[in-house]
């Protein structure tokens, strides 16, 4: 799709799970990294943006990243 952007909202408070669940693997790959190439495969978007209170956690899969604008008030 042209001029389609995509922001995957990653790295909340894990209050129910206990544990960041984007980076929890999964048949070798985090979480985030399955949704990632689904995004990819599927929609093939002109930019995909990621919003994290921890970029430093996600550095490894390359996408520009900008912190929450209202931290802590959930999607």
């Known amino acids: 799709m ?3 952007s995509v922001v ?3 790295g909340g408070q894990s209050r129910r799970m206990g544990q960041n669940k984007a980076l929890i693997a999964l048949h070798g790959r985090t979480i985030i990294e399955h949704i990632l190439a689904r995004v ?5 978007p002109a ?3 990621l ?3 921890a970029p430093e956690r996600y550095a490894f899969i390359g ?6 604008v ?3 008030n959930g999607a």
Request: no cysteine; proline share 12%; aromatic share 0%.
């Open 51 to 53: 919003i994290t209170h």
């Open 63 to 68: 996408l520009p990243s900008s912190p929450d």
């Open 8 to 10: 995957l909202m990653a």
């Open 2 to 4: 042209l001029g389609l």
């Open 70 to 72: 209202l931290p802590g």
């Open 40 to 44: 990819q495969a599927g929609l093939e």
């Open 47 to 49: 930019e995909i943006l």
